[in-house]
């Protein structure tokens, strides 16, 4: 079966830590994939997509970067964190082919303090 | 790119009452347009989809969307909500990647 795993669930960091958001998804293969943030208040927002290995679409300029070392793992990092990047942080995916709506994770919520 | 825009922010309605909410889009190319809903403590679900044909989409739960070309726009509907409709309502629409840009939501509180 398809799924997808996105951990950790909950972080609380302080500022000027890094991070490290790990996604990956199950029983496909090259897959697109999504980071979202979804802040209080400002509805999601696409953050960085994925066609393949390697390639990474940035839509937002800011403090985060995204990798994706492997078909299935998307990851999404920072080097320093600012109180700003606080919010709720979806993974989601689709398949080639998919005439669907995505598949979400179960999101990480992150408070940095 | 492409733009989302949902005007509603919070609306609330008694239960049986109709519901149109609003979502305005701007995007170049073929338009495939979503709505989302994300029920408290949960996870976004899709509620319906428009890719081509029928302008008027019928979605779960009752739900129903028309897309009209001429306005850019994807209003949700609904002839009667019910207290288990209160959740947050997201339209999106997909661009030439796949990826989905959302609007900024609406949250909806129906009254028992």
């Known amino acids: 079966s398809q799924t997808i795993h996105q951990w950790p669930a909950t972080l609380v960091q302080p500022v000027g830590s890094p991070l490290s958001l790990e996604c990956t998804v199950e029983?496909?293969?090259?897959?697109?994939l999504y980071w979202y943030r979804q802040a209080a208040g400002r509805g999601l927002q696409l953050l960085f997509y994925?066609?393949?290995?390697?390639?990474i679409s940035s839509e937002v300029p800011q403090n985060l970067s995204a990798s994706r070392p492997q078909d299935r793992q998307f990851i999404l990092s920072s080097k320093k964190l600012l109180l700003s990047d606080s919010g709720f942080y979806l993974c989601?995916?689709?398949?080639?082919?998919?005439?669907?709506?995505?598949?979400f994770g179960s999101g990480t919520r992150l408070t940095v303090v | 790119a492409q733009s989302v825009s949902q005007h509603n922010h919070h609306v609330i309605l008694s239960e049986a009452a109709s519901l149109e909410l609003g979502c305005n889009y701007s995007?170049?190319?073929?338009?495939?347009l979503f709505w989302y809903v994300q029920y408290p403590g949960q996870h976004l679900q899709l509620l319906l989809k428009?890719?081509?044909?029928?302008?008027l989409v019928k979605g779960i739960k009752g739900f129903e969307a028309e897309f009209i070309k001429s306005k850019f726009s994807f209003n949700l509907r609904k002839p009667s909500v019910q207290w288990s409709d209160t959740a947050e309502y997201f339209c999106?629409?997909?661009?030439?990647?796949?990826?989905?840009?959302f609007g900024s939501g609406t949250q909806l509180t129906v009254l028992p």
């Open positions: 989601a995916w689709i398949t080639t082919g998919e005439v669907d709506g995505y598949t």
């Open positions: 029983g496909t293969s090259n897959p697109n």
């Open positions: 994925s066609v393949g290995i390697g390639q």
């Open positions: 995007y170049g190319g073929t338009v495939n």
């Open positions: 428009y890719f081509s044909g029928d302008p």
């Open positions: 999106a629409v997909r661009g030439a990647a796949r990826q989905l840009t």
